[in-house]
């Protein structure tokens, strides 16, 4: 990885992040007051205004990618139709693809891979009664992806790691909402609220691991 940012104006940075803890936060009271045009608005603004954000910090094209596939699916699961559902998981996917390749390599924890291994296999067996029998096979496979990526992300440091464990959290109280299994009270905020800060973290554990933590400004 670089050493060097050749980021941007820091103030236009740090306008970009501010615009984006706005947007976050619009978005979460609108999920606890039950207002849906508040989210319907707030939604589709968070990552193209995070990616923006990365931009100037000099970010890699991976991490802009997997950003802005993150914004696809967030747009298509503002639908409740299966075809949207499943459109919008594969961007996901698609962007859990361009977490990994950015990751590389690096050497990761062998005890923290059996946990997620473990947490993989135990969550798609319980689920797997309870979910629609078409979504059953698609399911499993993101979740493995998911997986991949949320253990790899452990690999940049505890900013990142912390982000994939969001992300799976976050991706499983959907799944768990799916199969119709007993919800949380504001179940959506708790969704977007762990998606937040999953996507936040990640961003934030990149350019902290590519640039060192007095440059990242995030």
Known sequence: MKTSSPGLSP?????LLAAFGLAAAVDLVSLLAGAELGHQLAKPLLMPLL??????????????????????GDVFLLSDADWAFLVGMGS???????????????????????????????????L???????????????????????????????????GGALFLLSDTLIATGVAAWPQLPAPD????????????????????AMYGERRTNV
């Open 128 to 162: 797997w009664p309870d979910l629609p029998a078409d979504l059953r096979i698609p399911v499993a496979g993101y979740s493995l992806l998911l997986t991949a990526m949320a253990y790899r992300a452990s690999s940049l440091g505890l900013l990142a790691g912390l």
């Open 51 to 72: 990616a923006a954000h990365a931009v100037t910090r000099g970010a890699p094209n991976l991490l802009v990618a997997a950003l802005l596939f993150g914004w696809g």
């Open 189 to 208: 905020f708790w969704v977007m609220l762990t998606y937040i800060a999953a996507q936040y973290l990640l961003t934030a554990g990149v350019l902290r």
């Open 92 to 126: 996901f996917a698609a962007g859990h693809v361009c977490y990994l390749v950015l990751f590389g390599r690096r050497r990761t924890s062998v005890p923290l891979g059996i946990a997620y291994t473990a947490a993989l296999v135990g969550t798609v067996a319980l």
């Open 11 to 15: 103030r236009l940075s740090r306008a």
